[in-house]
């Protein structure tokens, strides 16, 4: 009969009372009991005597999903206390104070919320930059192993075009965290594993290697690093788009108001369409709008800006849950094989 | 009184020292220092009576970090896999003058108020 780890079923108690929360604080909870657990067994105490002091699963369980993440700002409440931090405490994240009254405000509360203007900006520069350094990486040195596998060299490439992408989508995940405010799991890296008499080993580099070819999340992380190139070029185009339609659609007409010549065009044009109207360009060919379209200009402008940011926002939710799916992608399987910080 | 209503009394203090007293031993420690070893010495130097169950330290750790108290990093061990370990803020360091500054206050008014009595009366 195999000899039962009382941290694994510990392990397996928590798991079971942490469903129904989210699959990266579960991830990171279990990774924390775990490695807790390990550290004080390594130092000396039995199974039974760590588990002890740790406390009960369920307990562990209920504190950890009401505790916030770290790039959150929610729940002042820990383990039956109320901390005096809030009062005191500044930090980034969700809206708070008098931004948190405005961001309630309906339809145009989204220009006081942070996490819209990060998400747009996410979406304008790195995600872009990330998804089309990752593609000409992925692209070149992929056709580089296809091409020299059949001698062999291809192989160790392989390895190192897989670990690249890993490593990649993990530095991702952090952006994605920091800017688009979903919080990311600590990665389970193969560092130890448990062994059948309930111990521990060091994982060995072609076990590690291993690992990494049996790891669902590398394989999924290859595809995301192709495919996301598109869905990057999409976003950015899209947003780049409806942001300079939205600061044209404002800025002429105040520019106009302002004594600026905003549109100049050829002499030989006689006629300038602005919206629905219909310009006919001065001598010198400028072309000024009249004051009804102007302000109708600066409304619709900003309805294109307010919509932009909520659809940054959202589109952002959105593309952080795929990143998140792909990083947490079988938590529990990895966190019960190995013991693991990372 | 009823070992229940102790029990929660005792509780209710660990709970509201634990704050203090971990971002203390992580203010103490030059050194990054990982969650075991905060929990240890939470243990060790705990007075007869109160007791922190070491689970609750991580979602303790995690607010305060949320919270811009503490920060965490990976340090490579030589024992085994790297270890989160955590560092005090800057942030958190101005917040433990004033948790410092306001429990010594408390502990002065607190000692005059039950000064007189002990455990006979």
């Given at each position: 009969?195999?000899?039962?780890?009382?941290?694994?079923?510990?392990?397996?108690?928590?798991?079971?009372?942490?469903?129904?929360?989210?699959?990266?604080?579960?991830?990171?909870?279990?990774?924390?009991?775990?490695?807790?657990?390990?550290?004080?067994?390594?130092?000396?105490?039995?199974?039974?005597?760590?588990?002890?002091?740790?406390?009960?699963?369920?307990?562990?369980?209920?504190?950890?999903?009401?505790?916030?993440?770290?790039?959150?700002?929610?729940?002042?409440?820990?383990?039956?206390?109320?901390?005096?931090?809030?009062?005191?405490?500044?930090?980034?994240?969700?809206?708070?104070?008098?931004?948190?009254?405005?961001?309630?405000?309906?339809?145009?509360?989204?220009?006081?919320?942070?996490?819209?203007?990060?998400?747009?900006?996410?979406?304008?520069?790195?995600?872009?930059?990330?998804?089309?350094?990752?593609?000409?990486?992925?692209?070149?040195?992929?056709?580089?192993?296809?091409?020299?596998?059949?001698?062999?060299?291809?192989?160790?490439?392989a390895v190192f075009l897989l670990g690249s992408v890993r490593a990649i989508a993990l530095a991702e995940g952090k952006v994605v965290e920091i800017l688009l405010g979903v919080r990311m799991p600590h990665r389970v890296q193969p560092v130890q594993v448990l062994t059948p008499?309930?111990?521990?080993?060091?994982?060995?580099?072609?076990?590690?290697?291993?690992?990494?070819?049996?790891?669902?999340?590398?394989?999924?992380?290859?595809?995301?690093?192709?495919?996301?190139?598109?869905?990057?070029?999409?976003?950015?185009?899209?947003?780049?788009?409806?942001?300079?339609?939205?600061?044209?659609?404002?800025?002429?007409?105040?520019?106009?108001?302002?004594?600026?010549?905003?549109?100049?065009?050829?002499?030989?044009?006689?006629?300038?369409?602005?919206?629905?109207?219909?310009?006919?360009?001065?001598?010198?060919?400028?072309?000024?709008?009249?004051?009804?379209?102007?302000?109708?200009?600066?409304?619709?402008?900003?309805?294109?800006?307010?919509?932009?940011?909520?659809?940054?926002?959202?589109?952002?939710?959105?593309?952080?849950?795929?990143?998140?799916a792909i990083q947490v992608a079988r938590p529990q399987a990895v966190a019960r094989r190995f013991a693991v910080i990372a | 009184m009823p070992s229940d209503l102790q029990d929660k009394i005792l509780k209710d203090l660990s709970n509201g020292t634990a704050w203090l007293v971990v971002l203390a031993i992580v203010a103490g420690n030059d050194e990054p220092i990982h969650g075991y070893e905060i929990g240890r010495r939470l243990a060790d130097e705990a007075p007869e009576g109160l007791s922190f169950k070491q689970g609750t330290?991580?979602?303790?750790?995690?607010?305060?970090?949320?919270?811009?108290?503490?920060?965490?990093?990976?340090?490579?061990?030589?024992?085994?896999?790297?270890?989160?370990?955590?560092?005090?803020?800057?942030?958190?360091?101005?917040?433990?003058?004033?948790?410092?500054?306001?429990?010594?206050?408390?502990?002065?008014?607190?000692?005059?108020?039950?000064?007189?009595?002990?455990?006979?009366?």
């Amino acid at each position: 009969m195999a000899t039962a780890d009382p941290v694994a079923e510990y392990l397996s108690h928590l798991q079971r009372e942490l469903i129904g929360v989210d699959a990266a604080i579960a991830h990171d909870a279990l990774v924390d009991a775990e490695a807790h657990l390990r550290a004080a067994i390594a130092a000396g105490k039995s199974a039974t005597a760590a588990i002890e002091a740790f406390g009960p699963a369920a307990d562990f369980a209920r504190a950890y999903a009401g505790a916030p993440a770290p790039d959150h700002h929610a729940a002042t409440e820990v383990a039956g206390s109320t901390h005096p931090a809030a009062s005191v405490a500044g930090g980034s994240g969700a809206p708070k104070g008098a931004h948190a009254t405005l961001a309630r405000i309906p339809l145009i509360g989204v220009w006081f919320h942070p996490r819209a203007w990060s998400s747009l900006f996410y979406f304008l520069a790195p995600c872009f930059a990330i998804a089309l350094a990752t593609f000409v990486w992925v692209v070149c040195l992929g056709s580089l192993v296809l091409g020299t596998l059949p001698i062999l060299i291809g192989l160790p490439l392989a390895v190192f075009l897989l670990g690249s992408v890993r490593a990649i989508a993990l530095a991702e995940g952090k952006v994605v965290e920091i800017l688009l405010g979903v919080r990311m799991p600590h990665r389970v890296q193969p560092v130890q594993v448990l062994t059948p008499i309930g111990g521990v080993a060091e994982v060995g580099f072609w076990q590690r290697i291993g690992c990494w070819l049996t790891d669902v999340r590398s394989w999924l992380s290859l595809a995301w690093a192709l495919g996301n190139f598109f869905v990057a070029t999409v976003l950015f185009c899209m947003f780049v788009a409806l942001g300079a339609v939205a600061l044209v659609m404002v800025g002429v007409p105040l520019a106009q108001s302002a004594g600026l010549t905003t549109i100049q065009v050829d002499g030989d044009m006689r006629e300038v369409q602005f919206l629905w109207e219909r310009v006919t360009p001065d001598a010198e060919g400028r072309v000024r709008i009249s004051a009804l379209t102007s302000v109708l200009s600066i409304v619709l402008g900003m309805v294109v800006a307010t919509a932009t940011l909520w659809l940054a926002l959202g589109t952002g939710w959105v593309y952080a849950q795929v990143v998140k799916a792909i990083q947490v992608a079988r938590p529990q399987a990895v966190a019960r094989r190995f013991a693991v910080i990372a | 009184m009823p070992s229940d209503l102790q029990d929660k009394i005792l509780k209710d203090l660990s709970n509201g020292t634990a704050w203090l007293v971990v971002l203390a031993i992580v203010a103490g420690n030059d050194e990054p220092i990982h969650g075991y070893e905060i929990g240890r010495r939470l243990a060790d130097e705990a007075p007869e009576g109160l007791s922190f169950k070491q689970g609750t330290l991580y979602p303790l750790l995690r607010t305060m970090e949320a919270e811009g108290l503490v920060r965490s990093t990976l340090v490579p061990s030589t024992e085994g896999p790297a270890r989160k370990c955590f560092t005090i803020t800057a942030e958190g360091r101005r917040v433990l003058v004033v948790w410092v500054d306001a429990w010594r206050r408390t502990g002065r008014w607190m000692n005059r108020i039950i000064g007189g009595i002990d455990g006979n009366r």
